[in-house]
Structure formats: C-alpha cells, structure tokens
C-alpha cells in the first residue's frame, strides 16, 4: 500500500441496487481505486484506516439549487464571503452544488454571473459544475421570494447578454414556459446542453407540452409557485380538469422533478408514491437553502431575499405573500426528513440527492456513486443518519493512522 492511499472500511456500503456489507474502499489520489465487499476490518493495514465498521457509507450528496447560508447569497455584493457559503455546505455533506442565483436587476444579475463564473474555479473544498439562473423569466402572480419588480418577459437577447455574462457556465436555468417568447430561450438553450426548468410558473398542460418539445426536461421544486392537478374553466364551457405542472411531471415520462422535502414545501405523504410513478433518476431532493440557512430565527434582508425565520424551522416570505422562502437546511438534512417523514427508503432516498443529480448534470463517470474510478465523495453517517465524517475528494486532509 502506498504512503498515498487510504482505505475506508464501512459495515454498509451504498451502491445504487442494495447496501454491500463489510466494505473496504481504496482510496488514492483522491479516486476510489479499489472496492472489497464481505472482508473483516482485522484483514486490513492498520495504516490510513477508517474504521466505519458501525456505520453507512453513501456518496457525497449533489444540490442543483443552493442560494448561499449565513446571510450571504451568490450575488456579487457578496463575492469576499462565497467561500464560507460552500464550506458552509460542505462540512454539512454536500460535496458537489450549483451555486444559484434568483431575479435581480438586470445589471446586477449580469455582474453577479459575471463575478461568480469567475469564482467557479478558484472555489476550494467543493466542486461546482456551473451555475442554476432561477429567473428573471418567471410568472409575475408565482414569484414568490423573487422581487416581482425586477421579473422581465422572456427575452432571448437578454438571456444571451446572461450567458456571455456567465461564461459559458450555466448548467440550469428556470422559467415560466406559458410566458410569450419563453419557447425561443428553451430551444437555444437545451441545443446548448444546459438543463432548462419549468418553475414559478402557472403553465398549462398544453403549455408543457409545448415547452418539452422544444427542449424542457426538468420542473424545479415542484408544487411550490407551481400548479398540482386540478380544476380550470374548459373550452367547451365548463370545470374541466387541468394537470398543470406537477401532472404533465406525471405524465410525461422524460421530465425529471426536484423537490424540497423539508416537510413544509410539500406534504411528505406526496413524495412516495411521486417515487413509485417516476423512479429516483426522475425525482431530485434539493435543499433550495435560502441565504439564511445557519442563520438564527429572526428577520433578514439579504442577496434579494426578505425572510423571516421561524423557530420551527422554516423561512417565510416577507413581501407580503406569505408564502415559503426557500429551506433553512442543508441537503444531508432534506434526505434524512425524506427518510423520516416521507419514509423514503434510504437507497432511494441516497439516489435522490447523488446520482440522479449526478446523472441530470452529467458527471455520474466521477462524481454520485460508489464505484472504482469515482472521486471519493464520502460521507460516513451513523445509524440515525447523523453526519460522523466528510471525506472530500476536493480537499486532501491528512489520513490519521488509524481512525475511529
């Protein structure tokens, strides 16, 4: 064994079909380069050991929607802090996210992608495969914690003057497809390979038939500023039935749903059977963390969010529409509510929050699963799902010799 390598032993191993038992990782290098499955712990080298023998070994988690923590946003007023938000989130488990912005002005939206795809390849600790752009194209009556004031009718030269701005680095965008000239924006950027999503938006069923013929594939946080089933005036004079968005997510097989199972954005009875219908490559957990998350309860004002939080934990908006805005957790958090108050099974509830963000992105050869030639974003969790250890393929700690 090399100076180099470490092995990681663990009594549950995540893999994308079961749990293996009485696993050594090898790692090196910061890649798994070898996986032993039904070994003991005394068959090992002592050297560069950690023992997990107690506990489950899952992948570290990606978030395609994180607005910052501690106060802090993405936005470029808060540039000298964007390192403390990811460490923020990487001590908590997230090994890989999508630094997300929401509306603002054009301008400073503009400088704000500009400062933080600058940003993307001097991030320490983390990997960031580009940027979620979550507005300015959105639904003025579902804005949300968005600033309605500062919403813009879908605008392609605009949307180029943001890409240009972004380098080249965005990987989501979201909009309101039913918004004229939200089609053009939709083609030219799914023809690009960047994930467009439907979200703050009151479309249609025909509508989103429409936007995934021209490349949509993703509904964002779905049921929330967005419309679950139900009933709406028909052509023919009557309360006909409308899918809306959560039910063409239902019906058309290729869409892909995120959500934010914090047991407030959506009633955690939902999630399963959304589970059974799509499968755990089709329905994402995000956090969506809000700027305050780490924060105390309290007011805050902060990167374009006015939010209360609330003891209970959850943040509500405070523009007078009293709705949510967005979640006071960390991803690591919103799987183990999906465990506990959805009663997700582990496995797929892992799933949720790695590969199927892993497979979304288009980085599952390295990054969501456990598997030799993977990066080795670990997270070591105790029987109860509580976080014991981050091993992070994006920073080289010291190995202790031995570890428990």
């Known amino acids: 064994m090399t ?15 079961r749990f293996l038992r009485n696993v050594a990782l090898f790692v090196e290098a910061g890649q798994i380069t070898e996986i032993r499955a039904g070994v003991s712990l005394s068959s090992l080298p002592a050297n560069n050991l950690i023992d997990a023998s107690n506990e489950i070994i899952i992948p570290g988690l990606i978030d395609v929607q994180v607005n910052g923590a501690l106060g802090w946003s993405f936005q470029a007023s808060h540039r000298t802090h964007f390192q403390e938000i990811l460490d923020f989130h990487a001590a908590a488990g997230t090994t890989t996210l999508l630094p997300t912005l929401i509306t603002a002005e054009r301008e400073l939206l503009s400088e704000s992608l500009q400062i933080l795809a600058g940003f993307l390849h001097k991030a320490e600790g983390i990997n960031l495969p580009g940027i979620h ?9 579902r804005s949300g914690a968005h600033p309605p004031e500062a919403l813009h009718l879908p605008d392609l030269a605009l949307a180029q003057q943001f890409e240009a701005a972004a380098n080249g680095r965005l990987k989501i965008i ?8 939200a089609d053009a924006i939709i083609a030219y950027f799914a023809q690009k390979g960047v994930v467009v999503s439907a979200g703050h938006s009151a479309a249609t069923y025909a509508d989103m038939q429409d936007a995934i013929a021209a490349g949509l594939t993703m509904v964002t946080h779905l049921g929330n500023q967005s419309d679950w089933p139900h009933r709406a005036p028909h052509p023919l004079g009557f309360m006909g039935s409308e899918p809306g968005i959560v039910g063409a997510l239902m019906a058309e097989p290729a869409l892909i749903g995120s959500i934010i199972m914090d047991g407030y954005h959506v009633h955690p009875a939902l999630l399963l ?3 059974r219908l799509k499968g755990p490559d089709k329905i994402l957990l995000v956090s969506d963390a809000s700027t305050v998350v780490g924060c105390a309860p309290g007011k805050y004002e902060s990167g374009g969010l006015q939010a209360l939080i609330h003891a209970e934990g959850f943040a509500v908006n405070m523009r007078g529409t009293g709705g949510l805005a967005g979640s006071v957790l960390t991803l690591l958090q919103v799987v183990q509510r ?4 959805a009663h997700i099974p582990l496995q797929h509830a892992v799933h949720m929050a790695s590969l199927g963000p892993a497979k979304l992105l288009g980085i599952a050869e390295s990054k ?14 105790n029987q109860d799902l509580s976080l014991r250890r981050v091993i992070n393929s994006n920073s080289t700690p010291a190995a202790p010799s031995t570890n428990r």
């Open 368 to 381: 969501g699963q456990i598997r030799v030639g993977n990066d080795a974003d670990l997270l070591i969790l």
């Open 133 to 141: 752009l979550e507005g300015p194209f959105l639904a003025p009556e």
């Open 174 to 181: 979201t909009l309101a497809p039913e918004l004229a000239g």
């Open 338 to 341: 999906a465990v506990k108050l």
């Open 273 to 275: 059977p959304l589970l």
């Open 3 to 17: 100076a180099q390598m470490q092995i990681i032993y663990g009594g549950q191993v995540w893999q994308p079909d």
